[in-house]
């Protein structure tokens, strides 16, 4: 076979692939018509996409307002209504940053507080976010929310209330030298099931006293 026909499967080939290209293009920027270009919108749809655009905005905007403002309410014992003075109200952020969000370089701070003789408390500080709550006094069972949310909108109110019972948990906090430390948050978290970073339930808290002791009461 001379070289030439040899040859002439090659050169076949390439025809055809060029013709499939040529044919493609065609088709692809030549064969429909070109777009007719989009019309210019209305004054009237002008207006309206603005306002949308307006409103979309300060929807994002409410999402990220962080002014902080105040949980209140009253802890009461189921047996009589009465108000628990000495009940710790803990919120606990469902988030890494479980407190106060941290500002001008100062770390976040616990969101918990103590009742007074009325029962009533007030935490301050607290961002829109959600979180969990949590509420305990001696003699009683702990009363937990998983979930509750705080808009960020304005003071906000959540009474609790207690059932007598529970299992009693105390120590001491001490320093270095054994002199006890008043003032001390401590914090009792569930290690039964998952509850990573406090997300599925929410933490008990308790505070010493100046003798540096602490009580608080557990379910189980």
Not at 14 to 30: E, K, R
Not at 34 to 62: I, N, W, Y
Not at 135 to 162: I, N, Y
């Amino acid at each position: 076979m001379s070289e030439s026909a040899s040859r002439r499967p090659l050169i076949l080939a390439l025809l055809a692939l060029v013709l499939a290209g040529g044919l493609g293009a065609w088709f692809i920027w030549g064969g429909e018509d070109s777009p007719a270009p989009e019309e210019a919108p209305t004054a009237d749809g002008s207006a309206a996409k603005e306002d949308l655009a307006r409103r979309k905005h300060a929807a994002r905007q409410a999402r990220l307002d962080l002014e902080p403002v105040a949980l209140t309410g009253v802890v009461k014992a189921e047996v009589d209504g009465k108000g628990i003075e000495g009940a710790v109200v803990m919120l606990n952020r469902k988030a890494f940053n479980q407190g106060t969000l941290s500002r001008d370089g100062r770390p976040g701070e616990p969101l918990y507080a103590v009742t007074d003789a009325k029962g009533e408390y007030r935490i301050e500080g607290v961002t829109a976010g959600r979180y969990s709550v949590s509420a305990t006094a001696e003699g009683f069972s702990p009363a937990t929310l998983k979930s509750f949310v705080m808009r960020g909108d304005g003071t906000q109110d959540l009474d609790l209330t207690l059932k007598q019972g529970g299992f009693s948990l105390s120590g001491l906090v001490s320093d270095v030298g054994g002199g006890p430390i008043e003032g001390v948050l401590v914090r009792v978290d569930s290690t039964e099931g998952p509850n990573f970073a406090g997300m599925n339930k929410a933490p008990l808290a308790a505070v010493t006293n100046a003798e540096g002791r602490y009580q608080t009461y557990v379910n189980e």
